[in-house]
Antibody, heavy 121, light 107 residues
Framework: EVQLVESGGGLVQPGGSLRLSCAAS????????MTWVRQAPGKGLEWVAN????????YYVDSVKGRFTISRDNAKNSLYLQMNSLRAEDTAVYYC??????????????WGQGTLVTVSS | DIQMTQSPSSLSAFVGDRVTIACRAS??????LNWYQQKAGKAPNLLIY???TLQSGVPSRFSGSGSGTDFTLTISGLQSEDFATYYC?????????FGQGTKLEIK
């Protein structure tokens, strides 16, 4: 059974940092792209970042470029999101998800339960 | 960035009804369009990918159509468990933008 379990969320002051983790199990982690998607309270979904199987390619939404870094440790079957210079508008539930690529683009077929990040003084 | 616009933003229907949700892209995305269902307090769940392909395990009452800029999600014979929020997402190019969501409520 595919499982994705996020951790690391919490309350942080503006300008602070936080590192999210996503532990993957039930599938061969090294063969999949992975992604982070966030959802501000009461709002819609926003794609944040993608990372290739070997970490050689990474893509970000403009609003987090230069502040967030996606990474992975294939030996630990884990995905990470290092978040620096956090702003109030980064407050959201952060989901990790598995990415499947096909002839018609990518899809996010398994999701974790999410971890809440609150940026507030 | 490609903008995704869903309509309506909310919708009320009876169990057993047939409903359609529309999604429009700001530029052509071929068939690179996914649909997700999200229930309150839960993670999204993939329903349809490549505009019209049903994800494994998803009931056949869900269907998708469209290509280019205009897409639809149809639910035929609404069940009580279908009342949720639905999102479209383009996977044509990063950033992989979502629509604003359509909240489907019981009438």
């Amino acid at each position: 059974e595919v499982q994705l379990v996020e951790s690391g969320g919490g309350l942080v002051q503006p300008g602070g940092s936080l590192r999210l983790s996503c532990a993957a199990s039930g599938f061969t982690f090294t063969t999949y792209w992975m992604t982070w998607v966030r959802q501000a309270p009461g709002k819609g979904l926003e794609w944040v970042a993608n990372i290739k199987q070997d970490g050689s390619e990474k893509y970000y939404v403009d609003s987090v470029k230069g502040r967030f870094t996606i990474s992975r440790d294939n030996a630990k079957n884990s995905l990470y999101l290092q978040m620096n210079s956090l702003r109030a508008e980064d407050t959201a539930v952060y989901y990790c998800a598995r990415v499947l690529w096909g002839s018609s683009g990518a899809r996010f077929d398994y999701w974790g339960q999410g971890t809440l990040v609150t940026v507030s003084s | 960035d490609i903008q995704m616009t869903q309509s309506p933003s909310s919708l009320s229907a009876f169990v057993g009804d047939r409903v359609t949700i529309a999604c429009r892209a700001s530029q052509s995305i071929a068939s690179e369009l996914n649909w997700y269902q999200q229930k309150a307090g839960k993670a999204p769940n993939l329903l349809i990918y490549a505009a019209s392909t049903l994800q494994s395990g998803v009931p056949s009452r869900f269907s998708g159509s469209g290509s280019g800029t205009d897409f639809t999600l149809t639910i035929s014979g609404l069940q009580s468990e279908d009342f949720a929020t639905y999102y479209c997402q383009q996977s044509y190019t990063a950033p992989y933008t979502f629509g604003q969501g359509t909240k489907l409520e019981i009438k």
